[in-house]
T-cell receptor, first 112, second 112 residues
Framework: DAKTTQPPSMDCAEGRAANLPCNHSTISGNEYVYWYRQIHSQGPQYIIH???NNETNEMASLIITEDRKSSTLILPHATLRDTAVYYCIVRVGDTNAGKSTFGDGTTLTVKP | NAGVTQTPKFQVLKTGQSMTLQCAQD?????MSWYRQDPGMGLRLIHYSVGAGITDQGEVPNGYNVSRSTTEDFPLRLLSAAPSQTSVYFC???????????FGQGTRLTVV
């Protein structure tokens, strides 16, 4: 699976959009981009994933660049409860489904 | 729907003791994984399974054994506990090749 690079930390004002970047310059054509978050020491929680098209769900939007070498997770109206560690991972959608590799993620702090 | 259940939630072991961390999922997922998370770090993959009877090693498999006799259960065995195995252990299951991973709430293990 391709390696990802994320900034170690970011701040965001409550009510504003949080834009979390992820670099995956070695991504292959059949690798998906996934985002998870971990609040305190709970188990990670799935947010969203995509292959090459932008995706949106009730939690967030995922913007993937045309060359697929980077992506951005957007939390449109961040709240204090969105303070968490956010992980960007890439993996092939086959039997490697159970083999996701997590990096250190980005610690997002939402401030009042 | 319980999702992914890990037991115990907390455990203290003495060096050299053995134990089994239990993981069960009730979603009929094919893929299951074990991760460890050391303080301030991301998740590292220990072992994973693509189905009953099939397991493989992840990034940090030494000192751990797994088996997958049923779809539902994926226990992690510590053969001879060491202080370096003090960590939080997370189990995850994934429904299909591009599906999201569901995580348990973790087992906090301390080896003294």
């Amino acid at each position: 699976d391709a390696k990802t690079t994320q900034p170690p930390s970011m701040d965001c004002a409550e009510g504003r959009a949080a834009n979390l970047p992820c670099n995956h310059s070695t991504i292959s054509g059949n690798e998906y981009v996934y985002w998870y978050r971990q609040i305190h020491s709970q188990g990670p929680q799935y947010i969203i994933h995509g292959l090459k098209n932008n995706e949106t769900n009730e939690m967030a939007s995922l913007i993937i660049t045309e060359d697929r070498k980077s992506s951005t997770l957007i939390l449109p109206h961040a709240t204090l409860r969105d303070t968490a560690v956010y992980y960007c991972i890439v993996r092939v959608g086959d039997t490697n489904a159970g083999k996701s590799t997590f990096g250190d993620g980005t610690t997002l702090t939402v401030k009042p | 729907n319980a999702g992914v259940t890990q037991t115990p939630k907390f455990q203290v072991l003495k060096t050299g003791q053995s134990m089994t961390l239990q993981c069960a999922q009730d979603m009929n997922h094919e893929y299951m994984s074990w991760y460890r998370q050391d303080p301030g770090m991301g998740l590292r993959l220990i072992h994973y399974s693509v189905g009953a009877g099939i397991t493989d090693q992840g990034e940090v498999p030494n000192g751990y054994n797994v088996s997958r006799s049923t779809t539902e259960d994926f226990p992690l065995r510590l053969l001879s506990a060491a202080p370096s195995q003090t960590s939080v252990y997370f189990c995850a299951s994934t429904s299909w090749s591009v599906g999201e991973a569901f995580f348990g709430q973790g087992t906090r293990l301390t080896v003294v």
